[in-house]
């Protein structure tokens, strides 16, 4: 994975070299002199993320209400700490 970083100035003039170096690794924008945005392609991106789904959507799928869900009884439940 290559590591790129450009200022914001060089990046609003090669915006297109800017994004194909992302697909290469990330691209550190700077402002300044310090880093402040960072460029990814999508993949790498979907890769950080996880990509996961959330419950609420998948709950809000159509067909998602006939679904059954079984939760599992705990049977070691949490204690007070003792502190003495």
């Known amino acids: ?4 970083t450009i200022s ?12 194909k170096a992302a697909n290469k690794g990330p691209v550190f924008i ?3 002199g310090r880093p402040a945005h960072v460029l990814l392609s999508m993949k790498d991106y979907q890769l950080l993320s996880g990509n996961g ?3 609420a959507d998948l709950l809000a799928m159509p067909g998602s ?4 869900l079984e939760i599992p ?10 502190l003495s």
């Open 1 to 4: 994975m290559t590591i790129i």
């Open 8 to 19: 914001s100035r060089e990046f609003n003039q090669h915006i297109s070299e800017a994004k």
């Open 73 to 82: 009884r705990m049977r070691d439940l949490p204690r007070p700490a003792e």
């Open 65 to 68: 209400e006939d679904l059954e």
């Open 53 to 55: 789904q959330k419950i």
């Open 30 to 32: 700077t402002d300044r």
